[in-house]
């Protein structure tokens, strides 16, 4: 039964992790005409590509071996979710 409460709680962590990072992107990595213009899709396209990100931040964590700690799983979740979104913008 750990296993699973384990992978419940990995996945809403990566879930928010996403979330977050697509939010703050979106809204903080703009100039002031453009965040003037920006409607609840764009947040939600964001939120979505961020939750993308944070997987594949997440998992490649895993692969490169980073199990002994969390932490660092989490912390390439957020790097994970920022490259995919900054790529995604075409920076």
Do not use: E, K
Request: net charge positive.
């Amino acid at each position: 039964m750990p296993i699973i409460t384990t992978a419940v709680a990995n996945l809403l962590i990566i879930l928010i992790i996403g979330i977050i990072a697509g939010i703050v992107f979106n809204r903080y990595a703009q100039d002031w005409l453009s965040r003037q213009f920006i409607t609840r899709q764009s947040d939600i396209t964001s939120a979505l590509v961020g939750i993308a990100g944070a997987f594949i931040g997440f998992h490649l964590g895993v692969i490169f071996g980073l199990l002994p700690s969390p932490l660092m799983l989490y912390i390439m979740a957020i790097v994970g979710a920022l490259v995919v979104l900054w790529v995604w913008r075409g920076r």
